[in-house]
């Protein structure tokens, strides 16, 4: 458990970074690893709670509702590789489960930890019944943080909570297939990646890696892998290329 709170606790100065680099965090109000409480430039209050271990629903309720009585907004971004289906997998939802995916749009937010490197990205639950394939997304632009409030009507969680999601303001949590129309090859390059012009050369390079976990022939043994990884191989090359990286 002890290495457990360490990752966390590097998580959490991870997204506190980000979330400075990308003007998102006003002012710092709680780190206490697994919960960042903060103030956002517009004065909202986001907590962000990372969870390594089981989350019951009522567990969720309880959360937003004592964080709303605040005048808070709550973000579940869960450890992936401990809690969440794997890239692909066809997986029947738990109620908490399906309880954070009505609560983000269809997707839970997720974190890992691998060579001393962050992740944060959203995990898509595809599908219309309790047993859903589960799709890795690309990583978050923290500079998306978005406050809203959701209503959602599930046996235990059937009311209005303030949620902070990495959505925008259009509410599309970061999905490629929510993508608009691409009119050049570069630009459909970004989409792949799940990044845009405006990324820099580390945000590229840590989407590019993170896809490429998600789709490698000798991790992934779906009969689409090797061709996603093709794809993914070119358009990190081509997007390098334009920018003058040519190693």
Known sequence: MGS?????????????DMLMRSSALGRMKHNGGDIILF??????????HLIDSGLPLYEIRKTLTDNGKRDIYTLFVLWADMMLPHHGQIYTADDWM????????????AYEFLDR????FPIYFRGNTPTRT?????????????????????????????VADFAGVR????DPKGAAVIHTALQEHYVLLGVTADDDREAIKKAYRHLARAYHPDLNKSAE????MQQLNKAYQEILKSLGDVS
């Open 4 to 16: 457990y709170r360490y990752e966390t606790a590097y998580v959490s100065g991870y997204i506190i």
């Open 39 to 48: 103030e956002t430039p517009r004065a909202e209050q986001v907590s962000i």
């Open 98 to 109: 399906e309880g954070l995916y009505t609560l983000y749009n269809g997707c839970i937010y």
């Open 117 to 120: 490197e962050s992740y944060v």
């Open 134 to 162: 589960a799709e890795f997304g690309t990583t978050v632009r923290f500079r998306n943080l978005t406050c809203r409030t959701v209503t959602t009507h599930l046996p235990g969680l059937n009311d209005s909570w303030r």
């Open 171 to 174: 509410g599309t949590a970061h």
């Open 225 to 228: 892998a090797h061709g996603k």
